[in-house]
T-cell receptor
C-alpha cells in the first residue's frame, strides 16, 4: 500500500492528451510539500520528468507538464507518442515518515 | 556524462548482510550541490525510498529500515555503499542508486525540510534473498 495513490493504468491514442493523478494527504502533498514525477521503462533506469511540481529538467519535452492543487497532483502528457508507453511514478516528502514517499505507479498504454 | 552503476552479489542468504556499491562517474560524490541515495523496487511492486547521504556524511534513512541499514561514502573511490543486515525474502528487489537533487526548503510548523528528488538513476541491480 503506497502512501501516494495513483491509478494503476491509463491509456490513450497517439496524439491524444492523458493525465495521471497522484493523491496524497495532509502529511505530504496536502501539507505543501513538492511533487516530483518519474518515467520508468522496466529494465532501465528511471528518469526524472518533473521536479518541484511543475519544473521540467533540461531535455524533457514540453509535452510533459505537472501541476498541484491541495492534496493532489497531476502529470499531463500531450501529443502522445508510442515511446511514452511506460510506468510513471509520483514522489513527495511525508512528515510523518520523515522521508521520501512514492506513488504505486501508473502504467501508460498507447493504443 | 554522468553515470551511476550498482554492483553487488545478486544472491544473498536469509539473515545475512546485503552489500551494494554505487560507482559514480561524471560527477564527484563530494559535490555539495547533491546528495546520493538508494531506492528499491520489489518484484511487481512500486518504488521504496531506502535512504540518502550528504557529501559530508550525514545520513537519512527510511524509518522502516533504519535499524538494519548503513549508507556510507568512499570519496577516494568516488562511490557510495549500502549495507542492509538481517535480510529476508521481503528484501528481494531491484536496488537503484541515484543522485539526489536539493530542492526547495519548506518550513511547516517550525520544521525545516529540504525537499529532495532523484535527478539521475543507475540501471539497477536485482538482489535476491534466498537460501
Amino acid at each position: 500500500q503506497s502512501v501516494l495513490t495513483q491509478p494503476p493504468s491509463v491509456s490513450g491514442a497517439p496524439g491524444q492528451r492523458v493525465t495521471i493523478s497522484c493523491s496524497g494527504s495532509t502529511t505530504n502533498i496536502g501539507a505543501g510539500y513538492d511533487v516530483h514525477w518519474y518515467l520508468h521503462l522496466p529494465g532501465t533506469a528511471p528518469k526524472l520528468l518533473i521536479f518541484g511540481n511543475h519544473i521540467r529538467p533540461s531535455g524533457v519535452p514540453d509535452r510533459f507538464s505537472g501541476s498541484k492543487s491541495g492534496s493532489s497532483a497531476s502529470l499531463a502528457i500531450t501529443g502522445l507518442l508510442a515511446e511514452d508507453e511506460a510506468d510513471y511514478y509520483c514522489q513527495s516528502y511525508d512528515s510523518s515518515l520523515s522521508g521520501a514517499v512514492f506513488g504505486g505507479g501508473t502504467r501508460l498504454t498507447v493504443l | 556524462q554522468l553515470q551511476l552503476q550498482e554492483s553487488g552479489p545478486g544472491l544473498v542468504k536469509p539473515s545475512e548482510t546485503l552489500s551494494l556499491t554505487c560507482s559514480v562517474s561524471g560527477d564527484s560524490i563530494s559535490n555539495t550541490n547533491f546528495l546520493w541515495g538508494w531506492i528499491r523496487q520489489p518484484p511487481g511492486k512500486g518504488l521504496e525510498w531506502i535512504g540518502n547521504i550528504y557529501s559530508g556524511g550525514s545520513t537519512y534513512y527510511n524509518p522502516s529500515l533504519k535499524s538494519r541499514l548503513g549508507i556510507a561514502l568512499d570519496t577516494s573511490k568516488n562511490h557510495f555503499s549500502l549495507k542492509l543486515s538481517s535480510v529476508s525474502a521481503a528484501d528481494t528487489a531491484v536496488y537503484y542508486c541515484a543522485r539526489v537533487g536539493r530542492g526547495s526548503i519548506t518550513i511547516i510548523q517550525g520544521v525545516r525540510t529540504e525537499e529532495n528528488y532523484f535527478n539521475f538513476w543507475g540501471q539497477g541491480a536485482l538482489i535476491t534473498v534466498s537460501s
